[in-house]
């Protein structure tokens, strides 16, 4: 009878199982196993996003990755009505405070956000509750370029070494207002504090953001000395690493992608792009991708109030942009993550493109799609175990599993 | 009155001299005794009906000793405890703790804002706290150096003690460089690399360092930092300390606990009592005289354990403030620091009925 996962126990396991035998060293198996059982779970559907959809499927995993999934009831012993891989979130929006950004400079590319993430913090756990397995941390934007981006998991031990799935993966910047919030120029007697400064406004944000890559570019060439930042901005000049801005309003995404055409910056990514659809052949002549902020009763996002259309997932789908959905790490149940993707089918996008959108397309984007994203053998055992259809307002996430473990059981109340 | 007289015909009779301990003046001989119901050690050890001698402002012996002779004896109906000894204080005023200029002063010595007469140092002695830990405001990465202080009588202990490094959301604020975490960190560590003065002798052990970090990412961290450079480092005011046993334990640095007021919720008691029912070493801070036993009575009351908590608020304190030689508890050779107390310092309705400073009446009993 099988019984269901436990990757803790497997970790303590391993010391006390061991049966060392020294002869058997000509193998590579290790004669020190641990206990491995395994669980599958059976759905009316299972979502494998980067193929096709399975009706009346299940997905077994054992040691924390996906080991089947096939036709049939796998012997399991959950049932929900359907499994799409653990969403993944690249804009949840958490993060430790204004005490992760160096604001002694408006641009900081070398700090790191991995280095102020909080594993303790309720928030993630409230995350992975409501399915979100995976989500990107970044610090405030309240600098135009304020560091390096990481991903991380929302569950498992509270330790950033079990949660990090990949440190350092894009560099975070922001266009629009945030960054200039907080300065002011500087009173009639002179500056009196460290935010008497630039920017204050609009031109100001662009004017760091340029000369930032201007000066990366200087120093490429010998012309001047290394400094802190310059590494990181040469790999985004070299299409080393993403460079992903925030830009939310139609002349904030403009001024996003003159930037990356003034530089040749090959990878952009667009977050809370609410007016992409606004710009759409900019956007598709930039090759840019896009984070999509959660759609808004209002229509007016959170990204200084950039209009977020019904259809604007259905029409970057139409243009073939890539676009991911986010949730904002909202507590709402009607913002959250999960729910993203009826929306984007309500406004006319396909479920097809709608699911991908809180999965594979967010793990491409990051170029983590050989770990998280889709439902295939070898893949980290991230699943989420749903009451209905993704796509459909009266579907809720009944279970989650991350790295193998049963986090939300949907068997109990 | 009565004793001082009697005292003046001491030389040769064998008889001790005996006072109530109620009425105890300063005993004016060199050798004194206190018989106490219970005496409290201050290593969670105690023991009943036993005597505590004292000569010339030291403790001679303590046990279930014979009082000698020509003794003034005081006979106290009551539990003697050593003086608490606080591993963190606010005893400097405000103004004086912080000194808001760069946020790295690692030469700034805060016993030179010390002011022995300011009432909360009075009250800290009324509480029967003896010994303190000065530190410096928390604003600071890199506060300054802290000393250790006798509230009675003014004796320094210690005059640089530790060096005092904040990393929390405090010292990364937002009115100067560094205004945030990772900077404040690569900062304390690039000075600890280089190694110069003040930082290079906490790099090699030499200077204790009290690590303030209050959250508990903030804890992990500055722990990790601590033991990257193997610093005797101590984490203060980490009140969730209890609830990240796995992480601290095996690094095994002492935590200088903030203490709980009457109304403290019941995460914070519980994670109180979990850490006293583990191995770390503990201490607590002075921020509030009256309050400053109410942590290890609720955490008491909580599940935690009692002796070790009541270590912590006298010989866990002296062990924090590297003074454990001279106070925190009841043992030969140690300073005559201790408090009379009615009953058992953990019981909320005991009271201090005396508090003696280098075996000198320092508050309470005859006036």
Redo the contacts between chains.
Sequence with gaps: MLSTCFLPFVAAAVPTLGIVDNEASDTNWTTEFPVLESMAIAADRVYTVSGDVIEDGFVRIQGGKIVAIGPGDGGADIRVAAITPGLIDLSPKIS?????????AES?PH??AI??????SYRWDRELRSGVTTAMVA?PDRNVIG?LSAVVKTGGP??VEDRLVSADVALRGAMGSEPSSGNRPAGSRGPT???NRRPTTRMGVEWIARKSFYDALAAKRGDSAPYPGLEQLVSVLNGELPLMLKAGTTQDIRTAIYLKEEFGIPELILDGAAEAWKEPEMLVRSGASVVLPPFSWEGRSDTDGGFMAWNNAALLEELGVSFALSGRGANNHDERLYVQPAYAVRGGASRKAALAAVTLTPARILGLADRVGSLEVGKDADLCLWSGQPGEFTAGVVGVVLNGELVVDPRSE | MLAVSLLAALPLAGTPLVANGDDAAAPAGPLTAIRAEVLHLGDGRHIEDGVLILREGKIEAVGKIEVPEGAYVIEHDGHVAPGFVAAHSTLVAASERGDATRAFLEGAEVRFGFDPDRRAVRDALAAGVTSAVLSPSDFNVVGGQTAVVKTHGGEWLQEQAHLFVSLN?NS????????????A?AEVAQRLTAGEGVYGKAAQGQMPVLLAAY???EA??AAQLAQQFGLKANLVGTTLAGE?LE?LEPMGFGIVHNGLATGATRRSRHALAALSNSKLPMAFALTNADTFRMGAVLAARAGGDAKRLFTALCHGGADAAGVADRVGRLAGGLDADFVLWSGHPLDLTSRIESVYVNGELAHGGAQ
Excluded: H, W
């Excluded at chain 1, 430790?96 to 002694?104: K, N």
């Excluded at chain 2, 990364?172 to 900077?183: I, K």
């Design positions: 430790p405070g204004l005490d992760s950004v160096e604001q002694v900081t700090i790191r280095d102020a993430f909080n594993p303790f610090v560091g509270e330790t504090g460290l935010f | 959301s990364a604020n937002s009115n100067r460089y560094p205004t945030s975490f990772q900077a960190i959250d508990k990412q992990v961290r990240m992480t």
